[in-house]
C-alpha cells in the first residue's frame, strides 16, 4: 500500500501552482490583487493603494479597479477549478491556458471605500467550452457586499497537435 504525500508536500505543490497561475498574469503585479488559499477555495484581495481611488472627494474606489478585481477573481477561480484535479494527480500545471471573458455584468451597490477589497467566486456552470460564474465583493463584512457580477467565459481548448 502506497504511503499518503506528507501534507506539507501537498501544501507545497498547490502553493506552486497558484503562484505560477498569478505570477503568469503580469496585470495581476500591476493591480498588485492577492489570492488566500484555504484548501480548494480561493478568496481575492485588492489591498487598497491610492491609486485605486477614482473619486478623491467621496473617497471611492474606482469602479474600473473594481471591475478589473471581480473579473481576475472569476477567471482565477475558473483557472483553478481547471487545475485542481490535473494538479492532485501529479501533471504539470504550469502551462495551462487561461478562459476567455464572453461577457461581464457587474452591479456596484455601493461605494467602495478606501481599504482592502475581498472577493470570492463561484462557478456555477463549467462544460468544456462555456463557464457561468458569480462573484461577491465586500470589504468590513462579508454580509454587506459593495459589488457582484457574472460572467460567461469561453474555456481554453485541449491541445490537439500533441
Known sequence: MKRPEPVQVIKQRRDKALQSLLQGVPYIQFMGFKFDRRGDELTGIMPYQDMLIGNPMLPALHGGAT????????????????MWDRME???DVTKLRLPKTIDFTIDYLRAGLPRDAYARATINRSGRRYASVHVEAWQDNRSRLFAQATGHFLMPQPDTNT
Do not use: K, N, Q
Open 89 to 91: 494527480a501529479g501533471e
Open 67 to 82: 471591475a478589473a478585481f471581480l473579473e481576475t477573481t472569476a477567471i482565477v477561480e475558473l483557472s483553478w477549478a481547471m
